[in-house]
């Protein structure tokens, strides 16, 4: 199995901008999660799905974020409008049980 | 509820010997507990988990941990370290849903 795709690995965009990130998870689990990572704040949990249905979705920071899962094989972060203060590296992760398995991150930067 | 504690923001040891990266819980009930580890610009790998049975558990890259009530404790340990240790290793609460990061120990093995 190839892991947990994400896409892009690097996105730089300008304040203001609509950006998407976009994650497959392994097949076969039937949760998906999405975290951000900050040096300020460390890791966060914005959302999780299960069985592609968003159950907890307290993290996400505000009304400018917003996810889904339209199948089980695909999920999209997408943050409109786009600021500074979200510049962080975006993790996708999947799992099945107990244990996660992480994507390799999509690093974003709004200047 | 569940918490940890890692008293330790970094560890430093010399290659080849053993290692330790310390863990305190504070649970009600049965812990669920992993440890993570972050490899420089990559995203987070399971490396083992305590759920029932055994109090010693064995997981990747040669790393165990010990689950001791008495002592509340989940300590992460190798027997001989490798410079490639080197990373930031996460003790975790959680369950099948979520699981919940600290900002983790910062582990640097010198050759």
């Not at chain 1, 039937?30 to 951000?36: A, D, P, T």
């Not at chain 1, 159950?55 to 996810?67: K, N, T």
């Not at chain 2, 990559?42 to 008495?70: C, H, M, P, W």
Request: with cysteine; charged share 15%; proline share 7%.
């Amino acid at each position: 199995d190839a892991g947990v795709i994400q896409s892009p690995r690097h996105e730089v965009t300008e304040m203001g901008q609509e950006v998407t990130l976009r994650c497959k998870p392994i097949s076969g689990h039937n949760s998906l999660f999405w975290y951000r990572q900050t040096m300020m704040r460390g890791l966060e949990l914005l959302i999780y799905f299960n069985n592609n249905v968003p159950i907890d979705d307290s993290g996400m920071p505000e009304d400018r974020f917003s996810a889904k899962m339209p199948n089980a094989s695909f999920s999209t972060l997408k943050i409109q409008p786009s600021e500074p203060r979200d510049s962080a590296v975006y993790f996708c992760a999947s799992g099945r049980g107990y244990e996660q398995y992480f994507g390799p991150g999509t690093r974003l930067t709004v200047t | 509820a569940q918490s940890v504690a890692q008293p330790e923001d970094q560890v430093n040891v010399a290659e080849g010997n053993p290692l330790t990266v310390k863990c305190t819980y504070s649970v009600s009930g049965n812990p669920y507990l992993f440890w993570y580890v972050q490899y420089p610009n990559r995203g987070l790998q399971f490396l083992l988990k305590y759920i029932t049975g055994d109090n010693l558990v064995k997981g990747s890259y040669g790393f165990e941990a010990e689950f001791n009530k008495s002592q509340t404790s989940f300590h992460l340990k190798k027997p001989s370290a490798l410079v490639s240790d080197s990373a930031l290793y996460f003790c975790v609460p959680g369950s099948a849903r979520q699981l919940t990061f600290g900002s983790g120990t910062q582990l640097t093995v010198l050759p």
